[in-house]
């Protein structure tokens, strides 16, 4: 009787080792972090760019760089990013990055989109990135590109002549700021002393 209990007792033992084994050996991979989106995370020393992705713009040739960064710097950072496409192509992206949480790439945000332009990238591709901000070494990573295919991307798929109509606004508010810096210089000589 007490061998049986014995045997018992050490079967079962053994069973529970073997089903609980292979913590022992194998990682585990949820311990890895990764990005949960189709995106990717990039971390540089004061700040990190979360879900990054070009988004490629209706003529497929022009692309909406689109990420969320957290600066934990307490100031402006400025990030550059270095896209690196198939031959000599490249194109480059400055950011100035306020702290806290920003969201860029929205047309309907508070950032005005960045758009580059890569000859010969089409979506379902990944590109080759240089991310390097003020102070901190470049890191590189490879970043997808993506189309309107997807529903959640559809609203950052920017209409084909969207650089030209930023810059003509841009063009727009610098006239109207030029008009009103001149109305009150005039408005001062006009001014008893």
Same mark, same amino acid.
Do not use: W
């Given at each position: 009787? =007490?061998?049986? #209990?014995? *045997?018992?007792? +050490?079967?079962?033992a053994a069973l529970a080792l073997g089903a609980t084994g292979c913590s022992l050996i194998a990682p585990q991979g949820t311990l890895e972090p990764y990005a949960p989106?189709?995106?990717?995370?990039? *971390?540089? =020393?004061?700040?990190?760019?979360?879900? #990054?992705?070009?988004?490629?713009?209706?003529?497929?040739? $022009?692309? $909406?760089?689109?990420?969320? +960064?957290?600066?934990?710097?307490?100031?402006?950072?400025?990030?550059?990013?270095?896209?690196? !496409? +198939?031959?000599?192509? *490249?194109?480059?992206?400055?950011?100035? #990055?306020?702290? !806290?949480?920003?969201?860029?790439? $929205?047309?309907?945000?508070? %950032?005005?989109?960045?758009?580059?332009?890569?000859?010969?990238?089409?979506?379902?591709?990944?590109?080759?990135?240089?991310? %390097?901000?003020?102070? *901190?070494?470049?890191?590189?990573? =490879?970043?997808?590109?993506?189309?309107?295919?997807?529903?959640?991307?559809?609203?950052?798929?920017?209409?084909?002549d969207f650089s030209r109509a930023s810059e003509q606004a841009e063009q727009s508010t610098a006239k109207q700021q030029?008009?009103?810096?001149?109305? #009150? +210089?005039?408005?001062?000589?006009? %001014?008893? %002393?």
């Amino acid at each position: 009787m =007490k061998i049986r #209990i014995a *045997s018992s007792i +050490a079967l079962a033992a053994a069973l529970a080792l073997g089903a609980t084994g292979c913590s022992l050996i194998a990682p585990q991979g949820t311990l890895e972090p990764y990005a949960p989106s189709d995106g990717r995370d990039i *971390s540089t =020393k004061n700040v990190d760019v979360r879900n #990054i992705m070009l988004v490629a713009d209706e003529t497929g040739e $022009n692309f $909406n760089v689109v990420f969320s +960064a957290v600066n934990r710097s307490g100031s402006t950072q400025q990030l550059t990013i270095n896209f690196v !496409g +198939a031959g000599s192509s *490249s194109a480059s992206a400055e950011f100035d #990055i306020p702290t !806290g949480n920003t969201r860029f790439g $929205n047309p309907d945000g508070e %950032q005005t989109p960045v758009l580059v332009s890569l000859p010969g990238l089409a979506a379902g591709a990944t590109v080759t990135a240089y991310f %390097q901000a003020a102070g *901190s070494p470049e890191v590189e990573y =490879k970043v997808p590109v993506l189309d309107g295919t997807l529903a959640e991307y559809r609203d950052y798929v920017l209409p084909a002549d969207f650089s030209r109509a930023s810059e003509q606004a841009e063009q727009s508010t610098a006239k109207q700021q030029e008009a009103a810096e001149s109305h #009150i +210089a005039e408005n001062d000589e006009d %001014q008893p %002393q």
